[in-house]
């Protein structure tokens, strides 16, 4: 019988700022807290349960051994709910 080889892939890692849509890629395993390019916050509080929303992900396989995954800001609190933030049309924010 033979024994599998563990699987090996590239995973690169994102930040996209969820104002002014810039990507980033931080160096390390922490995500920045500020965005370089406009200064919003990448950290999101719900004002309703007062808890930390994590960041969200998605994936995108471009080749079959590498993985880039794209992080951003939550929109929606994972525990209650709640709308975390605005369209960058109500908030004034402009190219």
Not at 81 to 86: D, G, H, V
Request: hydrophobic share 25%.
């Amino acid at each position: 019988m033979e024994k599998k080889k563990p699987v090996k892939y590239r995973l690169t890692r994102d930040v996209q700022c969820g104002v002014c849509g810039s990507l980033m890629r931080p160096e390390g395993e922490e995500f920045p807290k500020f965005c370089p390019c406009c200064g919003a916050g990448m950290e999101r509080y719900c004002l309703r349960c007062q808890q930390k929303a994590p960041m969200y992900f998605e994936e995108w396989w471009p080749e079959e051994d590498e993985c880039v995954r794209t992080y951003s800001p939550a929109k929606r609190c994972s525990h209650c709910n709640a709308i975390l933030e605005r369209p960058a049309e109500e908030s004034g924010y402009q190219h």
